[in-house]
């Protein structure tokens, strides 16, 4: 399979106080139509990635509002949700719908407004995503719960804190490069380790922010961008999606490889590639454990050691796969519906070669992204090719 990705666009990942949910959807859709070459008009369909609009923008049928203000009506508009993984299954149903040869070109959007509540009445918000009648008010929150899956991990392949700071040095390392990152500075493994208590072992520094963004990419057939060759050659080859535990409480390191493993296997197959292609990967981390849980899923990484290749050097820009050369989620932050999107977005952008400077690997020819969301009950696996000729 093959779905041409003829433009994309995103906004900066920060606290925006003075952009409303509409204007981060406006700003990002027309900086893709504008990369893309099209007008409004153009656009067959549009599916928007939003995970929490009622609660933290006191909206509800978002994908209506933007198709109106970008100009796309009269064009069926879709919202989507699905968790942290909300933007990756907007993505997935934009290049089905390619697929099914019912459109021509379609665009796929996140986008969330988290910063105008106070972060008591944000993270009340996320918590939805799980299981808020039973766990959350129990105390089990997401912070706790992946704390209890970092000590698992911990205990059964002998690891330590210190190895697993490791993990957000690199991040922050590439995050204070991109200038769309919401956290933008670099730290050491002691910086890590100094960094506030969140849920013990869980520290400050491997926790992601609650930040304010939108991501979107336009997607064509694939003769409508083999037909313009002056254009960069990226497709999407593989979209797959699946489902998995509802509750923190039992989610085993097992649940957590298999989330994404599974998907991953099948989406290698339908590229035709293995993870010894891969260039480049956006791995979801909204907590620092999660890369290594990724990267082991993925294939990078026999499990138990996926943590390694943040400390080694193999997981950095020059090493055998660029993982989070973004700064991940730990450093764009998490903009719960639009995170999958800009992932694709960022992993686009490397195949492109025009990833800011400081954090565009040379060479890339494929990559790939793995979005994840609720305590480990949605996997989304997406690749991408730069494929010539």
Known sequence: MRVGVLGIGKTPHKIQHNKSLRDLIVDAGRLAMDDAG????????????????????????????????????????????????????ALHLGVVAILSGLYDTVMVMGAEKMNDLATVEGTSIIAQAADSKEEYFSGLTFPSGVALTMRKYMQVYGCTEE????????????????????????????????????????????????????????????????????????????????????????????????????PAQKAYAMAGLTPKDMDVAEI??????????????????????????????????????????????????????????????????????????????KNVSNGISACRGGPGAVAAIHIYQRLEG
């Open 163 to 262: 190895d697993l700071a490791n993990v957000s040095v690199k991040n922050h390392h590439y995050g204070a490069r991109n200038p769309y990152a919401h956290l933008r500075f670099e730290c050491t493994v002691e910086d890590v380790m100094r960094s506030a208590k969140v849920a013990d072992p869980l520290k400050l520094y491997e926790v992601c922010p609650m930040t304010d963004a939108g991501s979107a990419l336009i997607l064509c057939r694939e003769e409508i961008l083999r037909d313009q060759p002056d254009r960069e050659q990226v497709y999407i080859t593989a979209t797959s999606m699946g489902s998995g535990t509802w509750y923190a409480a039992s989610d085993t390191l097992d649940d957590a490889y298999d989330l994404l493993h599974t």
């Open 38 to 89: 099209i007008a409004p008009t153009d656009v067959q369909a549009f599916y928007l990635g939003n995970a929490g609009c009622t609660g933290f923008a006191f909206e509800n049928s978002v994908a209506l509002m933007g198709a109106d203000h970008l100009g796309l009506t009269p064009a069926p508009a879709m919202r989507v949700e699905a968790a942290c993984g909300t933007g990756a299954w």
């Open 284 to 361: 979801y981390n909204s907590f620092a454990i999660q890369e290594p849980l990724g990267i082991e899923s993925l294939g990078f990484a026999k499990q138990g050691d996926g943590w390694k290749g943040a400390k080694d050097g193999s997981t950095w820009i020059d090493g055998k796969v660029g993982v989070n050369l973004s700064g991940g989620l730990l450093c764009k932050g998490h903009p719960l519906g639009a995170t999958g999107t800009s992932q694709a977005v960022d992993v686009v952008e490397q195949l492109r070669g025009t990833a800011p400077k400081d954090i565009q690997r």
